[in-house]
T-cell receptor
């Protein structure tokens, strides 16, 4: 069954600690994205990657880092520099990073909380 | 600067009736619009989309209408079913070196049996 897997579903971070959220897809999609959702708000783009070994900052990249060493994987690290990391994080992928008619498909998200 | 707005945070309709969810946008460069449905603790699921060169797209019980002059789109669900109860996000996209989505804040639809 093709899809996007995010893990863990729930994650707790201590102050000053870096944490990494996993995102794996077996859809053979070229493009992958990370979004953040806060209560009562829409999703905001953190980072995106259109091909392997390439990624670009989104609208709210400060305090986050990513890597794209494999097509299937796009992990997101929330660093200690991110002052308000508590949120619901969603990973998405699409067949193309440029075509308009390729909808993005989402994982089930990771909820990150600060201890 | 919120480029995609869903001004109704919630909507309640009776089963079998029509649900109309609205969305407004400000950026005339958007060339594709999408609707996503989201259940609690799950990721959004793609529902239906429309290109900016069209004014209507239909898929079963779901129809999206686009009024470019008013920068407005709407999602019609007919007939509404209790399983349609979820949060619906309107999203728009344009290509500027990337094709990420700009989302509205969502509308929570409750379909009453």
């Amino acid at each position: 069954d093709g899809g996007i897997t995010q893990s863990p579903k729930y994650l707790f971070r201590k102050e000053g600690q870096n944490v990494t959220l996993s995102c794996e897809q077996n859809l053979n999609h070229d493009a992958m994205y990370w979004y953040r959702q806060d209560p009562g708000q829409g999703l905001r783009l953190i980072y995106y990657s259109q091909i392997v070994n390439d990624f670009q900052k989104g609208d709210i990249a400060e305090g986050y880092s990513v890597s794209r060493e494999k097509k299937e994987s796009f992990p997101l690290t929330v660093t200690s520099a991110q002052k308000n990391p508590t949120a619901f994080y969603l990973c998405a992928s699409s067949d193309s990073g440029t075509d308009s008619n390729q909808p993005q498909h989402f994982g089930d998200g990771t909820r990150l909380s600060i201890l | 600067d919120q480029q995609v707005k869903q001004n109704s945070p919630s909507l309640s309709v009776q089963e079998g009736r029509i649900s109309i969810l609205n969305c407004d946008y400000t950026n005339s460069m958007f060339d594709y619009f999408l609707w996503y449905k989201k259940y609690p603790a799950e990721g959004p699921t793609f529902l239906i989309s429309i290109s900016s060169i069209k004014d209507k797209n239909e898929d079963g019980r779901f129809t999206v209408f686009l009024n470019k002059s008013a920068k407005h789109l709407s999602l019609h669900i007919v007939p509404s079913q209790p399983g349609d109860s979820a949060v619906y996000f309107c999203a728009a996209t344009l290509y500027m070196g990337r094709r990420a989505l700009t989302f509205g804040s969502g509308t929570r639809l409750q379909v009453q049996p």
